[in-house]
């Protein structure tokens, strides 16, 4: 007994040594023989599980840690699942804890932890219910209400979930808090009173003074600038698509830009923007002390803010000022309420000068307006592919469906009796989504047969996906940006139904700036009749995609324009700045 225990200790130590050294499949061999010979050893088989993650086989490490032997002890089972986590094996962890609860449904902490992924994979109704299922244990806890209420506006159930926010909030932290200045914006009662004074007291009771003030230096106004660009988002999304073109076209000659990444730059997009600056700048990972000294210590004349107080933002950062000037844009849709930041850049369609919506910064209308579409290269061509009845489709997000837009588009749906919607979004990748979307069609007497709902798609595929598709239904309020620029690039007409808020004006300004006010509705019906008429002649809209992408290259992509007014406003602003020093 004494030599068998001798040499099992002896193999474990050299599995041990193996894997520290790097030499894996060695190690995993020996701990695999190991856990055969001893299975009841957890600590034993959490070694192999180990193993295979560090050897990225997340598949098999999560059928060897499906074993009761791990389930049933709960401190190595904790020490496994973090190790999947750390390994970004987010599936599978989910589906262990989902294998650990079906044996004890009675841990809070697996519960809320399986919520917590279930929301981060994109799956809302599964998140819903293990919150759900996490606050029936300890109905006391915050953190399962915030991640219920977002779960149900993931899902679509806008009205409920800003309903459990406003509840949270009485007894909410900054997190709550500045997660809940974000999701307001698709409350279908926006209010530009109620939005601004929400920003203004987040600013107010969350972005407090720290570190050094900054120390101002004379400048002269006519000095090349050095531009420093800041986004969480350096990858595909609104930030490429709308700031790849822009950066392209920019003068070299008086302005150095710096690209400065909040989160690694991964993709071959995020790679692209990358190549378009004269610095890329990793500022990932630092806190806001550390974060603060490094954008000072690049000496910018002006900084882009890209977020806003959207997620990953570093506003308490910028609330001590980094450069003598600094302006919010791009991937934000309301004011920062931050008194050190300048200005605002819109344009006269999105915040016209009788616009209600109220602004901290000084409001900057760019001419040939605030977004400049970036497309493909090897987009697909535009023209309708196959024949039959009109089909409408929205991109959006689920978040954008409430129900006044469920109601108008079944009501259209009903009145083109033949017509079909696809719906396509990240969240119905999920079946019991695509179910509960299905439900609220049902409710409003549209039979599931007329619609197709699907998830999200490489990008490609979802430009070639509005091949097939006649009309967009633009959600409201909060209206489409980059989904309506991809359906007017692909041919398809779409249809808006704007408002006094920025969000909800966003397709509408698009549609202004291509000529195209018949899309615009001026009220709730007029927005369904406008899209019913648009599908009593399918064929005429058929013909007219090619010469609707040429007119939205002409008027949404003059990039050499864009670059020009961006310039000449930053130019100004530094000019401004310049004279009170």
Known sequence: MTVATSSFDQRFATAVRLADDGHLPQAIEIFAALAHERPELAPLRHALVRGLLLAGDPDRAHAEA????????????????????????????????????????????????????????????????????????????????????????????????????RELLRHG??????????????????????????????????????????????????????????????????????????????????????????????????????????????ASGLDDARLLQRLRALQLDVLVDLAGHSTGNRLAVLAQRVAPVQVCWLDWFDTTAVPAMDAWFSDAWLTPADSTQRYSERVVRLASGRFCYTPLDDAPSPLHDGAGPPVYASFNRLAKLNDGVIDAWADILRRVPESRLELRARHLGEPETRAHIAQRFAERGVDAARLQLGGELPYQELLAAYRRIDVALDPFPFSGCTTTCDALWMGCPVVTLPGATFVSRQSASLLWRLGRDEWVARSRDDYVACAARLAVDPGALRADRAGLRDTVRAQLCDANAQAADFAAALRGLWQAQCARL
């Open 173 to 282: 932290d900054a997190e709550t808090a500045a997660r809940h200045l974000v999701l307001m914006h698709y409350d279908p009662a926006q209010d530009n009173e109620i939005l601004f004074a929400a920003h203004r007291d987040f600013a107010q009771r969350h972005l407090h003074a720290f570190g050094p003030p900054p120390i101002a230096s004379a400048c002269d106004p006519e000095q090349p600038l050095r531009i420093g660009w800041l986004s969480p988002r350096i990858a595909a999304g609104p930030v490429a698509t709308f700031l790849d073109g822009l950066l392209a076209r920019f003068d070299r000659s008086r302005h150095r830009h710096l690209l400065i990444s909040l989160e690694p730059a991964q993709d071959a997009a995020g790679r692209r923007l990358q190549t378009l600056v004269e610095e890329a700048v990793d």
């Open 66 to 165: 499906n074993h009761p032997i791990l389930l049933d002890a709960r401190e190595a089972f904790r020490a496994v699942v973090a190790d999947f986590a750390a390994a970004g094996a987010l599936h599978q962890r989910g589906e262990l804890l989902r294998a650990f609860l079906q044996r004890h449904p009675d841990d809070y902490d697996a519960a809320l932890a399986l919520a917590a992924a279930a929301h981060l994979l994109g799956r809302p109704s599964d998140a819903l219910r293990w919150s759900e299922h996490a606050l029936a244990l300890r109905p006391q806890q915050r953190m399962p209400r915030e991640i219920r209420a977002a779960s149900l506006i993931d899902r679509g159930d806008v009205e409920a979930g800003l309903a459990g926010y």
